[in-house]
């Protein structure tokens, strides 16, 4: 079943609003990726985060890492057309015997000009 | 400088078809992987490898095959194409450090629509 569940789905926005998405895990995470895809484009890494109540910022976009490290969230100030696309969260889980990426089902980010 | 390469970017295939979806890269990295992403949903880990000789299965259960004969070079094939296999295929590498997951860097991915 899911294991990285993400929210919202969809979020429109009017250029210069500010826009989060919310990631959870239903186990605690060592680490959390954060990956963005521009319309058809490939998932780009934005940043890692791995420590408990962990804050990263580049630019206008804030990382969060939960204190429990089982969520995560990502905030964009200002929000700008560039920032069209698919983000999605990603945590380390095992597959078999070994840990894997596993994505979230992403959040679709439209910002209105 | 450093990237990792997918061919074809687009492929439109009859059932039946035998295909080969190619990936390469040239940081070096010992770990590749293969995903499987429907237009606008998530990646779906397809199959894995941890270096020469070494490939697994991945979450999402798939008919393909891959192998893993040079560091830089993971094909995926199809022996029998069919139009549930319609999608976009992303192939990643990262490099193996033990103890912890690295970000991941994707090729620009295959189109393939079978017909």
């Known amino acids: 079943g899911q294991q990285v569940m993400q929210i919202p789905q969809y979020q429109h926005v009017q250029e210069g609003e500010d826009f989060t998405t919310y990631c959870n895990s239903s186990?605690?995470?060592?680490?959390i990726q954060w990956y963005k895809q521009r319309p058809g484009g490939h998932p780009v890494f934005l940043i890692q985060?791995?420590?408990?109540?962990e804050v990263k910022k580049q630019k206008r976009l804030t990382f969060q890492f939960g204190e429990a490290k089982k969520n995560s969230s990502l905030h964009i100030t200002a929000t700008q057309t560039t920032d069209v696309g698919t983000y999605f969260c990603?945590?380390?889980?095992?597959?078999?015997?070994?840990?894997?990426?596993?994505f979230g089902s992403g959040t679709q980010l439209t910002v209105l000009p | 400088e450093a990237d990792i390469y997918q061919t074809p970017r687009y492929l439109v295939i009859g059932t039946g078809k035998k295909i080969t979806l190619e990936c390469s890269q040239t940081?070096?990295?010992?770990?590749m992987y293969w995903y499987q992403q429907d237009p606008g949903m998530e990646l779906h880990l397809i199959h894995y490898?941890?270096?020469?000789?070494?490939?697994e299965k991945g979450d999402l259960s798939s008919e393909s095959t891959v192998s893993r004969i040079r560091t830089e070079h993971f094909p995926l094939t199809l022996e029998s194409a069919r139009p549930s296999h319609t999608s976009q295929y992303l192939c990643?590498?990262?490099?193996?450090?033990?103890?912890?997951?690295?970000?991941?860097?994707f090729g620009p991915g295959t189109r393939l629509t079978v017909l």
């Open positions: 990643a590498s990262s490099e193996r450090r033990s103890g912890t997951i690295n970000e991941q860097f």
């Open positions: 186990t605690t995470l060592s680490n």
């Open positions: 985060l791995v420590k408990s109540g």
């Open positions: 990603a945590g380390p889980y095992f597959s078999g015997s070994a840990r894997q990426l596993t």
């Open positions: 940081m070096g990295h010992d770990k």
């Open positions: 490898s941890y270096g020469v000789n070494s490939t």
